[in-house]
Nanobody
Framework: QVRLVESGGGFIQAGGSLNLTCFAP????????MGWFRQAPGKEREFVAI????????YYTDSVKGRFTVSRDNSKNTIYLQMNDLKPEDTAVYYC????????????????WGQGTQVTVST
């Protein structure tokens, strides 16, 4: 199981920006699809974005399209999530993990998650 370490969250006003980082040291990091997920208070964890093994393909949930950008640096075993024009509804704990496509949408085949990083957006 890969150790996942998310960072970069914080408290920010609506319209602001944050850049999240996920460090996932693994010999196979450069071969796998990685994703960002988030969990708001009282809600289930949901998919945010994925990036293919080489960064050529990305996909976003509709609510963040045009505002969030996912990227990766395989030499550093790291993926990023640049979040612009943040909204109060983006408030959640953000997680990264290996991603895979199911019939119901994007998820992770792993049951173990990192500690996440809290993003709080005020009005």
């Amino acid at each position: 199981q890969v150790r996942l370490v998310e960072s970069g969250g914080g408290f920010i006003q609506a319209g602001g920006s944050l850049n999240l980082t996920c460090f996932a040291p693994s010999p196979s990091f450069g071969d796998i699809v990685m994703g960002w997920f988030r969990q708001a208070p009282g809600k289930e964890r949901e998919f945010v974005a994925i990036i293919s093994w080489n960064g050529a393909v990305t996909y976003y949930t509709d609510s963040v399209k045009g505002r969030f950008t996912v990227s990766r640096d395989n030499s550093k075993n790291t993926i990023y999530l640049q979040m612009n024009d943040l909204k109060p509804e983006d408030t959640a704990v953000y997680y990264c993990n290996m991603a895979t496509k199911y019939e119901t949408g994007w998820g992770s085949p792993y049951s173990t998650w990192g500690q996440g990083t809290q993003v709080t957006v005020s009005t």
